[in-house]
């Protein structure tokens, strides 16, 4: 490490409020933008001496800056495994997953020793090893398709494929790319290539050649300052934010004795203003990291035809707007950690289902698991996941049997009323987030039911009644009220991703005469919690998931032959225990 490195920044985290590893994290974050300036100027004929450029500048940040010999030794360890597993188990089915099972165990021991040293704040390996999971999984299982035929492969597996293992000096750039060394944003090794080669900037049939963005001199990566230092500002406005709150909203308040002195509407807007203090650490650093990205050129993704403006969201991670107004709980999980679900979505919940077959509760079982363990283990988080899962289960039942009552039963248009029920959305999905989120940050057992208990469960209270009115008879009564709403209109409703030949057939039977109209919900960003596919590893079903579980069960003791009365034992004990 440079001497005396850490006094400016100690110094200047005592003024501001905010550690000095943190603090010294940040400026990394800042110096890593005329640093992805230099190496966006680095001729593009010689790509290797952009991944030597690259990896001096990451040893420089883990040992200059953080001194951390072990997290280099860590990088090593995961990133050497990970490329012997792809090479000498290439032609096994069972690579990717010893691959991901190396990864997972590893970061795990590194999980296990950050939280037996017990100090949150301070800056270690463990963050860019998550995000070295996330890519040298995938890793293995680009390789893996490489090896398969193009009938086997969806469109996104023969994108992402692999079919020659990359040079030693390609793949330690890929493993070492100091934009998102620490914080991410992850990708999959045939963007960094393009990156590298600069196919990524090739313009497609589509696009006018007129409509080619501009570059300087001979590079072929357009420019990139403008939305760059877009993304900078904005980041360093989230860090000012998180510097200014954090002195009055961190997490230990919710569990200090000077809390209670406070009513219950006051602990739950302190309680929301810890997760929203939280929130803007989080939104700075991804958007910091995401704007050296950009800068570089990573972060290039295509040309709009039209009007030939060039996207830079190709490695977008948040989406700030999308969680602090989001109305139920799939978009506020959907527009946070965007990378993550992309990962756990194609390298987890995928891939675990076997080919034909649609993803089912196994799936959503693994996908659940993966991104519990990849996150730590810190009970806090466990309570958190349990919570959510349940509280995604909620909403689809309010979303299917409520927000109808608010539409339109013809076009399915908002009625006027609706912006009624869209205010009251956001604010219930805010209060009931903030709730779910304390345990995530307050890390313990204890103090995360203490924090709970102080505003009294709320969430957990009106999770239970929801989850008993949905069981009660009061649910058929009000599929019975939108059916009678529906029926007066003239109206059926139908729930189809649209296109379908069965959708054409209504759509003949509707054309003759007597027959309702259908209206039908196509699946949108309006109507997503109706998808099952976990977020975050969140179920968005428990119920269904839970029956299918059970179905699945007896599915295999019937092909087992088993008896249906001794199937009715085995299945009442299996229930019994999950309750």
């Not at 800068?295 to 290039?300: A, E, H, T």
């Amino acid at each position: 490490m440079i001497p005396y490195i850490n006094v400016p920044f100690d110094w200047v985290g005592s003024k501001i409020g905010i550690g000095g590893d943190e603090l010294k994290l940040v400026f990394s974050f800042l110096l890593s933008y005329p640093l992805a300036g230099i190496l966006k100027r680095v001729p593009d004929a010689k790509p290797e001496q952009k991944n030597l450029f690259i990896l001096s500048i990451s040893i420089f940040y883990l040992v200059g800056l953080f001194d951390l010999w072990d997290g280099v030794r860590t990088v090593l360890i995961s990133s050497i495994g990970a490329y012997a597993i792809a090479k000498y188990l290439r032609g096994s089915p069972y690579m990717p997953w010893i691959g991901f099972v190396f990864l997972m165990g590893h970061m795990s021991i590194n999980h296990i020793a950050r939280q037996a040293l017990n100090d949150p704040s301070s800056v270690d390996i463990t963050g860019a090893q998550m995000v070295m999971v996330m890519k040298l999984s995938a890793f293995c299982w680009n390789v893996a398709d490489g090896t398969l035929p193009d009938e086997e492969l969806s469109d996104f597996q023969k994108d992402r494929r692999l079919k020659e293992l990359p040079s030693l000096l390609d793949y330690a750039g890929y493993v070492f790319f100091f934009p998102s060394l620490f914080a991410g944003p992850a990708f999959d090794f045939v963007e960094y290539r393009r990156w590298l080669d600069t196919t990524m900037f090739d313009l497609p049939p589509t696009v006018d050649p007129t409509k080619k963005p501009p570059t300087r001199r001979k590079r072929r990566i357009p420019r990139s300052g403008t939305p760059a230092m877009f993304k900078m500002v904005t980041g360093l406005i989230y860090i000012l934010l998180f510097a200014k709150l954090s002195g009055s909203f961190y997490p230990n308040v919710l569990i200090e004795p000077e809390f209670l002195q406070y009513g219950f509407l006051r602990r739950v807007f302190i309680l929301h203003m810890v997760g929203l203090t939280a929130r803007f650490k989080y939104y700075g650093v991804w958007t910091l990291t995401e704007g050296a990205c950009i800068l570089s050129g990573l972060g290039f993704n295509g040309v709009d035809p039209a009007t030939g403006k060039v996207k830079w969201d190709r490695l977008v991670n948040i989406n700030p707007m999308g969680v602090e107004l989001a109305q139920n709980t799939r978009a506020y999980l959907g527009n946070w950690n965007i990378n993550t679900s992309n990962w756990l979505r194609n390298y987890v919940y995928l891939r675990v289902t076997p080919r034909g077959k649609k993803p089912g509760f196994r799936a959503s079982l693994a996908t659940f698991t993966t991104s519990a363990f990849w996150h730590g283990f810190y009970p806090g988080y466990y309570l958190s996941f349990v919570l959510a899962s349940f509280i995604q289960t909620i909403a689809k039942n309010f979303r299917r049997n409520l927000r109808p009552f608010f539409l339109d039963p013809k076009t399915q248009t908002p009625l006027p009323n609706k912006k009624y029920y869209d205010i009251f959305s956001m604010v219930i999905t805010q209060l009931t987030f903030s709730f779910v989120a304390a345990p995530f940050l307050i890390l313990s057992f204890s103090g995360s039911l203490l924090a709970w208990s102080r505003v009294y469960f709320y969430a957990v209270i009106g999770t239970a009644a929801s989850m008993a009115f949905f069981a009660s008879p009061a649910k058929k009564k009000l599929r019975k009220m939108l059916e009678a709403r529906l029926a007066k209109a003239g109206a059926v409703v139908t729930v189809s991703g649209g296109g379908g030949a069965a959708d054409k057939d209504k759509d003949k039977d509707n054309k003759k005469g007597g027959a309702p109209k259908v209206v039908e919900i196509r699946r949108s960003g309006s109507t997503d919690s109706l998808q099952t596919m976990p977020v975050l590893g969140v179920s968005q079903d428990l119920e269904a998931e839970l029956d299918e579980a059970i179905g699945e069960i007896r599915s295999e003791m019937e092909a087992r032959g088993l008896g249906k009365e001794k199937i009715k034992v085995v299945l009442e004990g299996k229930v019994k225990k999950v309750v």
